[in-house]
């Protein structure tokens, strides 16, 4: 397909259909500065046109230089660049495309960059000319502009400047700074006059006092190990050292009869409460106890009646030859074989 209404026209060198090949002909601007094409929809990063192709149910974005060169020039060979000889990368005239290898593109590229760096200024990012008189010259040799730094100096405070008081009505925890819960700074010249949340404030005290209280209890550890370490070593008891506890957790008194002291291997001592050791036992009992309760006695006759049974069955005789108590210590043997399988 070729569209008749260009100047130059695009061949359709992919085979793509028809509604792709219009889609992104409408897409250029041909009257572009310099015999440009330009690309009018959307560009990546750098500056260069991209279409999007619907392939397998997605869409593939490609570059539209390199599209259009493919479309009316020719496949681009494997790892070389689609140059532009315009310097204007939306631009996607073919005539102004060029194969050429990857090191040179970027050598050219380089070369561009350092010459447009190289290009001396004749104005500050203010608009100030750079004249002989408006030039101040660093000890590197850099120029700085003389009006820019007068006014800098002109607008530059002097003195100490205090911040704005604050007129937040919710401090940046959530609270609402008003009412009993303002609380105005007067200790320091910096702070004074500022409104700040009394919760805020108490809650920071607070955490202050519980960070020395865990310091504090760090410490107590330490003097601990410090104290088992020495009666250890001197051999004394380590279990009535001077921080142990007079009552166990469910609030008996530790000591006398109620408390028994054992050791694990080379562990220190410990000491225990007979009385919840007791508890714990008991408990222990009424559970096995109700998991598996106790069965009950069995008489004399009913016990030999059994045996009867056995020696019947291993001879092979039939149920129906029991009767009696003989029965009965059948149906007992034979529920306790089911509950068993």
């Known amino acids: 397909m070729q569209f008749t209404t260009d100047a130059h026209p695009l061949r359709n060198l992919l085979g ?3 509604y792709l090949v219009e889609r992104f002909n409408s897409k250029i601007d041909k009257q ?66 060029t194969i050429i290898e990857p090191n ?36 590197g040799g850099g120029r700085h502009c003389r009006t820019c730094e007068e006014a800098r100096k002109k607008n530059r405070p002097t003195g100490f400047v205090t911040k704005p008081k604050s007129t937040r009505l919710y401090c940046v925890h959530g609270h609402m700074v008003a009412g009993s819960n303002v609380y105005v700074r007067e200790d320091s010249k910096y702070t004074e006059g500022r409104r700040e949340c009394r919760r805020c404030s ?11 209280h865990e310091d504090w209890k760090a410490k107590r550890r330490a003097r601990r190990k410090e104290i088992k370490i020495e009666q250890q070593a001197s051999g004394e008891e380590v279990a009535f050292g001077p921080f142990m506890r007079l009552y166990c957790k469910n609030g008996h008194f530790v000591a006398g009869d109620n408390l028994r002291v054992y050791s694990h291997g080379s562990r220190p001592k410990q000491r225990e409460c007979k009385a919840c050791e007791a508890d714990h036992q008991r408990a222990n009992r009424a559970r096995k106890k109700a998991l598996h309760p106790p069965r009950q006695p069995q008489s004399h006759e009913m016990t030999k009646a059994k045996m009867r049974v056995r020696w019947h069955l291993k001879r092979g005789d039939q149920p ?20 068993q399988t």
């Open 104 to 139: 040179i593109h970027g050598q050219m590229h380089s070369a561009e960059a350092n010459t447009a760096d190289r290009k001396p200024r004749t104005h500050c990012q203010n608009g100030h000319e750079f004249t002989e008189q408006n030039t101040r010259y660093d000890q």
């Open 202 to 212: 108490i809650d920071s005290v607070r955490r202050g006092q519980l960070a020395d």
């Open 16 to 18: 793509w259909e028809s």
């Open 320 to 339: 129906s030859v029991f009767s009696g108590i003989e029965r009965e210590a059948f149906d007992s043997l034979r529920d306790r074989s089911s509950k």
């Open 32 to 97: 572009g500065p310099n015999g440009c094409w330009l690309w009018m929809a959307s560009l990546n990063g750098y500056g260069y046109g991209q279409f999007y192709v619907p392939t397998g149910g997605r869409y593939k974005h490609l570059s539209a230089h390199r599209v259009v060169y493919e479309l009316s020039v020719g496949p681009i060979p494997k790892g070389r660049h689609v140059h532009h000889t315009c310097h204007n990368r939306p631009c996607v005239n073919p005539g102004h495309l």
